[in-house]
């Protein structure tokens, strides 16, 4: 059995429901965050609520499903699929993280040559990079939920 003492039920049950807060949430949090000019400060307050929403709705969904899910004994399947939706979701993290990277050296460059030596430093990569994160959560739950459904 795993930690929780459930098996897999319980967590195609729990990765469906991190798939939808996450779905729900931060791309809300990452556009509320892009309109209008904020500071670091409260592009923080920002995230943490989001994070705090999350959290607090994962724990009241996971009590109900510990009550109502029966237990049952880990398979190769669950392994198997952490396992490959951990590489895909990295990869997607990864590629993401670098493209974001590459779009800021060569707009450092542009900005610089145009501006006779003066570049101006804006919060987009900060963006890129969250919703690189936001990505890669998406994927990885939406392969898991995926092999639950077609094993």
Same mark, same amino acid.
């Given at each position: @059995? ?11 049950k ?6 939808i ?6 791309? *809300? #949090?990452?556009?509320?965050? &892009?309109?209008? =000019? ?5 592009? &923080? &307050?920002?995230?943490? #609520?989001?994070? #705090?929403?999350?959290?607090?709705? @994962? ?15 880990d398979? =190769? ?7 490959? *939706?951990?590489? #895909?979701?990295?990869?997607? @993290? ?6 974001? $990277? $590459?779009?800021? $050296?060569?707009? &450092?460059?542009?900005a ?5 030596? =003066?570049?101006?430093?804006? $919060? ?10 936001i ?17």
């Amino acid at each position: @059995m795993n930690e929780s003492g459930t098996g897999a039920d319980f967590r195609a049950k729990s990765n469906l429901t991190a798939l939808i807060t996450t779905a729900l949430i931060y791309p *809300a #949090v990452l556009l509320f965050s &892009a309109i209008g =000019e904020k500071n670091i400060f409260e592009l &923080a &307050a920002i995230l943490a #609520v989001g994070v #705090v929403l999350q959290i607090s709705i @994962m724990i009241v969904i996971h009590i109900f499903l510990a009550l109502k899910t029966t237990q049952e004994p880990d398979d =190769e399947r669950d392994h198997d699929l952490a396992r490959r *939706a951990s590489h #895909v979701s990295g990869t997607v @993290m990864t590629s993401s993280v670098v493209i974001v $990277l $590459l779009i800021m $050296l060569v707009r &450092a460059m542009i900005a610089t040559v145009s501006s006779g030596g =003066e570049t101006n430093v804006d $919060l987009w990569p900060l963006y890129g990079i969250f919703g690189s994160l936001i990505l890669s959560e998406l994927v990885r739950y939406t392969i898991t939920a995926r092999g639950y459904r077609v094993d």
